[in-house]
T-cell receptor, first 111, second 116 residues
Framework: RKEVEQDPGPFNVPEGATVAFNCTYS??????FFWYRQDCRKEPKLLMS???SGNEDGRFTAQLNRASQYISLLIRDSKLSDSATYLC????????????FGSGTKLNVKP | EPEVTQTPSHQVTQMGQEVILRCVPI?????FYWYRQILGQKVEFLVS????????KSEIFDDQFSVERPDGSNFTLKIRSTKLEDSAMYFC??????????????FGNGTRLTVT
């Protein structure tokens, strides 16, 4: 099983749509979880950390399900500028300063 | 906002040559990383560095690779004898607390390495 797995997509949605991505991780001891956004040929940029109780930042909501070892990202009211690849990032035991990336989920928001 | 800086932005080298990629992490960060991304593929962990030593490395990070923090600000990745398959985007990242307290990675803009 891969350390971090994501549906590669692409997800093609109209502007204003709500879209959700999931990511599963293999290490039940993982402690830190993030969603990053990557535009074509650019560096990954932090979108949001994911906390156990779930958290929201504007149109973005992240959830963590430790029992099932997955995290999710919900984007409401999609904008054209949300088009990007969304990367799930998880740290791994035994040395928790090692972070693994999923292969990313591509989102295309269409007018 | 403080940022991670990387130089050069693009490096072209011939197979077998040595390259050094440079990074200046965010000044109060303690953990430093190199990742690479081959075109069209995922971001892959290479190495993490803390307290002036490697704390983790991946299978990719073989004897051809080395890292160094030669002074208080720079963090370098050296590839001794480049191969065609080393062509990729190399990202440097730093983190204030590593994997503790959801302390995230902050990435530089990357160095695109092309080996011919």
């Amino acid at each position: 099983r891969k350390e971090v797995e994501q549906d590669p997509g692409p997800f093609n949605v109209p502007e204003g749509a709500t879209v959700a991505f999931n990511c599963t991780y293999s290490n039940s001891a993982s402690q830190s979880f993030f969603w990053y956004r990557q535009d074509c040929r650019k560096e990954p940029k932090l979108l949001m950390s994911v906390y156990s109780s779930g958290n929201e930042d504007g149109r973005f909501t992240a959830q963590l399900n430790r029992a099932s070892q997955y995290i999710s990202l919900l984007i409401r009211d999609s904008k054209l500028s949300d088009s990007a690849t969304y990367l799930c990032v998880v740290n791994m035991a035994p040395n928790f300063n090692k972070f693994y990336f999923g292969s990313g989920t591509k989102l295309n928001v269409k007018p | 906002e403080p940022e991670v800086t990387q130089t050069p932005s693009h490096q072209v080298t011939q197979m077998g040559q040595e390259v050094i990629l440079r990074c200046v992490p965010i000044s109060n960060h303690l953990y430093f990383y190199w990742y690479r991304q081959i075109l069209g593929q995922k971001v892959e962990f290479l190495v993490s560095f803390y307290n002036n030593e490697i704390s983790e490395k991946s299978e990719i990070f073989d004897d051809q690779f080395s890292v160094e923090r030669p002074d208080g600000s720079n963090f370098t990745l050296k590839i001794r004898s480049t191969k065609l398959e080393d062509s990729a985007m190399y990202f440097c990242a730093s983190s204030e607390k590593g994997g503790q307290d959801n302390s995230p990675l902050h990435f530089g803009n990357g160095t695109r390495l092309t080996v011919t």
